[in-house]
């Protein structure tokens, strides 16, 4: 119980506190993992490495990439991509023509469908094997990890929508996504903002579950990824509270959506159940 824990993705920090265990399920049962929160940033990880093949299987069961959840999420969530399409339509600075886009994470496919119905020229990134060959079978290009992207290639529009937590090293995708932003483009990230409920949950004593804490790596406080992006080239231009176009909740969780953004207007704090990041690129001298 006494190892070192390993530094923090996000600062660096090497004194990451051990809260308790959080395992991962994975095919044929559990990965032990530990659940740690940085001291210095805030964040909140698991400990087991997600950039680790065997972890990765995780993906290939969750209820986001099986194929017999596919409708569900399509209907859940085609209304919400439409607002996040119009979002970055008004953000970045996108030919005439159709921007290129390059969606992070994409599973099953869905907003870049969406975006290609606009004339959006779409390229997909997603570590799930079958996911990506159906893609490329649709045309669409796709890769495993961002290193696979074309030295070359330029994009109007990166989205990272609820996937951008769980790369194993944020701080390498951001630097190699980077290179891959227009000048006038906009790279947009959805996370969900469960860090003020853990800290909640903590101040009273109460454990923090799986199911709170989403199957991801990590859960971001707000500083913690602006100190993120900043040290990677870019800066939030924009930071969205109110989402548009969710379905499906049940009704405490609709309340708190329909709630929690002014509750964060008169606090000043971000208390919204997920937050959408606008970011350009920071000339840098990289
Ligand atoms: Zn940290």
Redesign the pocket.
């Known amino acids: 119980m006494s190892n070192p824990t390993p530094?923090?993705?996000?600062?660096?920090?090497s004194h990451?506190i051990r809260i308790g265990e959080l395992p991962l399920y994975v095919p044929g049962g559990q990965a032990p993992s530990d659940l740690l929160r940085?001291?210095?940033?805030?964040?909140w990880a698991r400990s087991v490495n997600f950039a680790d093949p065997e972890i990765q299987k995780h993906f290939n069961v969750t209820s986001y990439t099986v194929p017999e959840r596919e409708e569900q999420m399509r209907s859940a969530r085609t209304e919400f991509f439409r607002s996040i399409i119009d979002l970055a339509s008004r953000c970045a600075n996108a030919p005439a023509t159709g921007p290129r886009v390059l969606d992070i994470g994409v599973a099953y496919g869905h907003l870049i469908e969406l975006y290609r119905e606009t004339g959006a020229e779409c390229t997909a990134l997603e570590i799930v094997d079958q996911l990506r060959e159906r893609l490329l079978a649709k045309g669409y290009a796709a890769y495993k990890t961002a290193l696979e992207i074309p030295a070359d290639a330029r994009f109007d529009v990166i989205t990272a929508i609820d996937s951008f937590y769980y790369f194993e090293q944020p701080v390498e995708l951001l630097r190699e996504l980077r290179p891959h932003l227009k000048s006038e483009g906009v790279l947009i990230i959805r996370l969900a903002n469960r860090t003020p409920v853990f800290r909640l949950l903590q101040m009273l004593g109460r454990p923090i579950s799986r199911d709170l804490f989403g199957d991801v790596k990590h859960n971001f406080t707000y500083g913690?990824i602006r100190?993120l992006l900043e040290k990677t080239g870019y800066r939030i231009e924009r930071t969205v509270l109110t989402e548009k176009g969710k379905k499906g909740m049940p009704f405490p969780k609709w309340l708190y959506y329909k709630l929690s953004p002014a509750v964060s207007r008169i606090t000043g704090m971000k208390l919204t159940p997920g937050m959408i990041l606008v970011c350009r690129g920071r000339d840098t001298k990289e």
């Open positions: 530094a923090c993705r996000v600062c660096s920090n990451q940085c001291k210095n940033c805030g964040t913690a100190l």
